[in-house]
Structures are given as structure tokens and as C-alpha cells.
């Protein structure tokens, strides 16, 4: 059974910066899409960032140019690297895996979701 690890989240000043990591367990395939969402207190879950095994990604308008996300395709690690962070980036980010390649931005298109890491921004 997948099993996703989120780990990387904490407490961090505005402008600081973040990584984020997401460990699969019992992933057999490369051929996924692995994203990251997000869920502020309060609101929907939104998409922030995703990428295929032949590295082609997607990056939210809210977070681009200050989020990275990358893949250790060897080992199915995930990671979201976030620089210059904003208060309302705030949020619990969750990992999730979609099987084949095509890109989505739609959480319902995710089969896997790991159990979120809280980022909290301060001023």
C-alpha cells in the first residue's frame, strides 16, 4: 500500500524559507504525478505545485517564482522548495501522487494523499 511522509513544515518569518520533502513508501512505479496542496483554516484545499517523472511541471500563479518543486525520481522522493514566504502561505501542505503522467491541478484527480505538514508564516 502507498503511503506518503510529508516532513519540512514549521514556523518561519515572512521572507524566510522552507523545504519541504515527501517520502513514498510502497511506490512500485515512477510513471506518477506528485503534487502539492495546500489548506489554509478555513478554505478549500488548492493546488500549489506538481510534476511528472519526465519533469515536466506546474506551478500555481500564487506561488511561482517563489516555490520549486522537484523529484528524486530514484527513490519518488518529493520536494517543495518555498522562498520569500508570505503570510498567507499558511497553510497545512499535503503531498499527493496521481498514477500515469498527465499533469492536474484538481485535488479529486489525486489517488494518494499523505497526512499534510503545517507551515505557519509570521510577521
Known amino acids: 500500500q502507498l503511503q506518503l511522509i510529508e516532513s519540512g513544515g514549521g514556523l518561519v518569518q515572512a521572507g524566510g524559507s522552507l523545504e519541504l520533502s515527501c517520502a513514498t513508501s510502497?511506490?512500485?512505479?515512477?510513471?506518477?504525478?506528485m503534487g502539492w496542496f495546500r489548506q489554509a483554516a478555513g478554505k478549500v484545499r488548492e493546488f500549489v505545485a506538481a510534476?511528472?517523472?519526465?519533469?515536466?511541471?506546474v506551478i500555481a500563479s500564487s506561488v511561482k517564482g517563489r516555490f520549486t518543486i522537484s523529484r528524486a525520481n530514484p527513490k519518488n522522493v518529493c520536494y517543495l522548495s518555498m522562498n520569500s514566504l508570505k503570510l498567507e502561505d499558511t497553510a497545512v501542505y499535503y503531498c499527493?501522487?496521481?498514477?500515469?503522467?498527465?499533469?492536474?491541478?484538481?485535488?479529486?484527480?489525486?489517488?494518494?494523499w499523505g497526512q499534510g505538514t503545517q507551515v505557519a508564516v509570521f510577521s
Open positions: 510534476l511528472n517523472w519526465l519533469n515536466v511541471k
Open positions: 499527493a501522487v496521481r498514477v500515469g503522467s498527465v499533469l492536474a491541478e484538481s485535488a479529486a484527480e489525486y489517488h494518494f
Open positions: 510502497g511506490l512500485v512505479s515512477r510513471n506518477v504525478v
